[in-house]
């Protein structure tokens, strides 16, 4: 058994994976969208607990940036008209006159408010010709380095992304391979100066040099919405 093994020990130690909620990148957006819209009438869509994102915590950024009301899941109404203190309608169905995409970030034009990171557990040499994760489906075609990342399918790193995105760790762009499993996955580091502990984001903003939700919409086939939902409702969300 080795460090880059799915089923290693150390997966069900290390750092889980953490979704990160910008407030300020929310505001921003919400600003954006408050000031196309008549006063009273600014309402924004908070359900599926705010696509993942947390509908009580979103709650308040939209309520301090001028929305008036906002569409809640049945079930987290009370803890969102709570959360805003007052300050905004709570409706259970309507549709919004803010565009959700735009508000959390999905379109690829306003800034995301969701970034998802892991942590490298490990890191080991792979020699040409050996193989990672279940069924061996990549092989190095020369010898290199690999990383095994906390994050996987149980936590909405779907399964189509293993030979198909990237992730940023130490600084750089680097592809997943193989199959992502359960709980991890295994990134081609080559020569990268990386060591155990180090961040790895999967998607956040590209403007930073972060991977982007875009690149998962086209590799998995799925929307942005649908992905972040996933992710948000399995892993811990840090909010800031």
Known sequence: MTAADPEHPSTRTGSAPRARISH????????????????????????????????????RTLADAGVDAVIA??????AVTDA???????MTDGEPTLATAALYGLDGVCAPVMRLSGTVLGIK???AG???SYGYIHRAAHDTRVALVTGGYAQGVVR???????????????????RVA?????????????????????FGDPAS????????????????AELVAMVGARVRRDHE
């Open 130 to 132: 050996e193989g990672v």
């Open 125 to 127: 040499p792979l020699r």
């Open 182 to 202: 359960m709980d991890v996955c295994v990134v081609d580091v080559q020569e990268a100066e990386i060591r155990r502990g180090d961040p790895v984001v999967f």
């Open 73 to 78: 899941d049945a079930d987290l109404a009370d």
């Open 209 to 224: 040099g972060e991977p982007s939700l875009q690149e998962w919409v086209r590799s998995t086939g799925m929307t942005a």
């Open 24 to 59: 300020a990148a929310l505001a921003a957006n919400a600003r954006a969208g408050v000031a196309s819209v008549p006063s009273g009438d600014r309402i924004a869509d908070l359900r599926y607990d705010a696509l993942g994102h947390g509908a009580a915590a979103c709650a």
């Open 84 to 90: 805003a203190a007052g300050r905004l309608r709570v």
């Open 160 to 178: 189509a992304l293993g030979e198909r995105a990237n992730v940023r760790v130490g600084g750089a762009l680097h592809p997943i391979i193989g």
